[in-house]
């Protein structure tokens, strides 16, 4: 190649990150609109927001479909050298724009726009009819939004051997397929439920008055800020607000916005959903600033985000090592209110098993049941073996078979989540994903640092908190999560090491 050529090249592999971090300026605009939205913003500004996101969705949407993007991508693909290594800053930006690329040019204009339409109708009926309890207010539009669905896959495709789910559950997770999923969920699902079956069956059960016991919403918050902030969460670039639905915002590395909620009789919800979101923050805060705006500056996928804060909050924020230390610190934040709480009324409340119809109240165990019910059901819808007329039957023959309850209405059964009412099927699994990747990659961590337990004990996250750094966050998208995984772990991923968990921490609770 002569000095020309590849001058020419690297211009074009620097205007292609130019275009991607100017996308992702005006992009990371919409989220702190966002997040203003949920968290300040006066019930009268509505109207006027959403057409402000929208103007910045549609601005967004030109920009990453400019054909001078695709352009761009041809030139830097064409030179060899600049992608030789697959594992290089710059292979990684290309593989993973061009990835992008091809995904929103696959879908017609007038896909996109239905699909925005269908959404905003189809939440709007779904809220109506989950308030009459009532699914078949919802099914004609549920039809209309599978159907959507259905074209929508074709247009993007899947691979050989695959099946339409696994075009939709792309959006969330690259390179899923309902297959994959399915070689770990089946192994969960059989084993989880005779561990269920055990659970239940036993005379011995924690005690529950932990989750009953009013306290203060002041010291609450003071509270949940001291352990976020202790086990790594910084605050300097980041904050934490109160919303209705906690979530994880912010606008790039050095500026991550968490919100919380609070309930007077439990501060254990504070403390969990705190927690699993300053997760998501240190994973985000643990991002690289020199590559903010492209894919080596961003987070792999929803999986291996969800991963990160279901290790704060389950393997670190439920273990015993960490109760050690933070129950004493009860004591401190809320006085005399804390007396008679014993650690064991404490440990075992925050660790409590119980069957329910609700995924989101599920515990850390029964969640991974929810979440397969969902798997199953909308591979089988779009799939086209199950007719959307058939679903609040399917939905509570399941929840029989699995949590062996009888739903009582649909608004407990399958009108429960919004997901499908804005067109999202693929999304559900993530969730569980998380909880696989966050169990595998905390046994590695586990081997690699054996103190790690002792160190908890002494309120010490810090080696915990720089080994996700070093082997999860600052890598960015270098590898996909599958590869990341074997990566870290040495393994792909498997059911066991959160099967281990799971057993491991609650049979011992439930005298077994
Ligand atoms: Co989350």
């Not at 119980?354 to 049941?369: H, K, L, P, Q």
């Amino acid at each position: 190649m002569t000095v020309t050529t590849q001058k020419t090249t690297i211009s074009a592999y620097g205007r292609l990150l130019d275009l991607a971090r100017e996308a992702s300026l005006l992009g990371s605009t919409a989220q702190l609109l966002g997040w203003d939205q949920e968290v300040l913003m006066p019930g009268g500004g509505l109207d006027y927001r959403s057409r402000q996101l929208a103007q910045l969705a549609r601005m967004h949407h030109e920009m990453v479909t400019d054909p001078q993007f695709g352009d761009l991508l041809t030139q830097c693909e064409s030179d060899s050298e600049l992608t030789a290594d697959p594992t290089s800053d710059e292979a990684v930006n290309v593989r993973e724009l061009r990835w992008a690329y091809d995904r929103k040019t696959k879908l017609p204009p007038a896909l996109v726009e239905e699909e925005a339409k269908i959404s905003s109708i189809g939440q709007h009926t779904w809220a109506e009819a989950r308030r009459n309890k009532d699914f078949s207010q919802f099914q004609p539009v549920l039809e209309k939004i599978i159907d959507l669905l259905r074209r929508k896959a074709e247009c993007y495709g899947w691979g050989e051997g695959g099946e339409p789910w696994d075009a939709l559950a792309e959006d969330y997770e690259k390179g899923c397929t309902a297959a994959d999923v399915e070689t770990v969920f089946i192994p969960l699902r059989d084993r989880l439920q005779s561990l269920l079956g055990e659970l239940m069956g036993s005379s011995t059960k924690p005690s529950n008055t932990f989750n009953e016991l009013p306290l203060p919403l002041e010291q609450q918050q003071k509270f949940v800020k001291f352990v976020s902030e202790t086990i790594g969460f910084d605050y300097s670039r980041g904050r934490l607000d109160t919303s209705t639905h906690p979530f994880c915002s912010g606008t790039h590395c050095n500026d991550i916005r968490l919100t919380t909620r609070y309930h007077e009789a439990n501060v254990n919800d504070a403390l969990g959903s705190t927690m699993h979101e300053a997760g998501h923050g240190i994973y985000e805060q643990g991002l690289s600033y020199e590559h903010v705006g492209t894919p080596m500056g961003n987070s792999v996928s929803l999986g291996i985000h969800e991963s990160q804060s279901r290790m704060w909050e389950n393997q670190v924020g439920r273990c015993e090592a960490f109760w050690r230390w933070c129950y004493p610190k009860l004591g401190d934040f809320f006085g005399t209110a804390i007396n008679g709480m014993s650690f064991e009324d404490v440990y075992g409340g925050v660790n409590i098993v119980s069957s329910g119809f609700i995924r989101v109240e599920a515990d850390e165990a029964t969640y991974n049941m929810h979440i397969m019910i969902r798997f199953e059901l909308e591979r089988a819808i779009i799939g086209g073996d199950l007719a959307v007329a058939d679903i609040p039957d399917a939905w509570n023959q399941k929840y029989k078979e699995y949590l062996g309850l009888d739903v009582p209405d649909d608004a407990k059964g399958c009108l429960q989540d919004i997901h499908w009412s804005m067109a999202s099927m693929g999304y559900f699994p993530t969730y569980t994903l998380g909880n696989l990747y966050a169990a595998q990659f905390f046994e590695k961590a586990l081997k690699d640092m054996p103190d790690l337990e002792g160190q908890f004990e002494r309120g010490e996250f810090d080696t915990l908190k720089i080994w996700l750094n070093t082997n999860i966050h600052a890598p960015g998208q270098r590898y996909r999560a599958a590869d990341l995984c074997v990566q870290v772990t040495g393994q792909p991923l498997s059911a066991d090491p959160l099967l281990r968990h799971l057993e491991g921490k609650l049979r011992p609770l439930y005298g077994i």
